[in-house]
């Protein structure tokens, strides 16, 4: 998402219909090998040094889905819009990954634990952001880390979670937290960008079964 006309009314919107064009967008697809590369970077610090199983949540077509895969981690993907998952399995066929359709304030997973769960530009749109990194906390095997790529986009009419709301939705979970800007680097998103973007990784105390 990089501008009003893209962030403007996307909780509504038809993502099967968006499905074909969505990468068309540089930090959706990465299709430009500086934007790729920047997006790979970023990721491999976020992700730990070992082979992990990360969980995917609103993975869209499965890109960063792909530059997990290829840092050698076993993925699980979940989005709610069934093109979204058909093309993300079609991107990553052959590797270590599964896709399935369903909710990422809820994904059927069953009992599965993760080392990490990865989520980009999706908490923002949940009616409950609260309530959801709560369930993403019990989906994490101990010592595991929430991934949360998130921003406030746009000038007119701006939308998504300041850094410092999730940060203090977070705060009840306990445990360690990190923020990390990513306004300023160009590269994430093939363009230069005015608007608040940034990463929080957070190891919460005591992950286990989720009580919601």
Not at 26 to 53: K, M
Not at 94 to 100: M, S, T
Not at 148 to 155: P, Q, R
């Amino acid at each position: 998402m990089t501008d009003d006309s893209d962030v403007t009314g996307t909780v509504g919107v038809d993502w099967d219909a968006r499905a074909a064009d969505f990468d068309e967008e540089p930090d959706h697809g990465l299709r430009d090998p500086r934007v790729r590369e920047a997006w790979a970077g970023r990721l491999r610090s976020w992700l730990p040094e070992r082979a992990s199983d990360v969980l995917d949540l609103g993975c869209g077509t499965g890109s960063l889905s792909l530059l997990a895969a290829e840092q050698g981690h076993r993925v699980t993907g979940v989005d709610r819009s069934p093109a979204m998952v058909r093309l993300a399995r079609e991107k990553l066929a052959g590797r270590d990954a599964v896709f399935l359709v369903g909710d990422a304030a809820a994904p059927p997973t069953g009992e599965r634990r993760y080392d990490v769960v990865l989520v980009r530009h999706v908490l923002w749109t949940l009616p409950d952001p609260g309530r959801a990194l709560r369930h993403w906390r019990g989906l994490l095997r101990p010592g595991g880390r929430l991934v949360l790529v998130e921003g406030v986009w746009g000038t007119v009419s701006p939308v998504g979670i300041p850094v410092d709301l999730l940060t203090a939705l977070l705060a009840p979970l306990g445990g360690r937290t990190s923020v990390e800007r990513l306004s300023d680097d160009a590269a994430l998103w093939g363009r230069v960008v005015d608007d608040e973007r940034y990463t929080v990784v957070a190891v919460p105390d005591r992950p286990g079964p989720s009580r919601e």
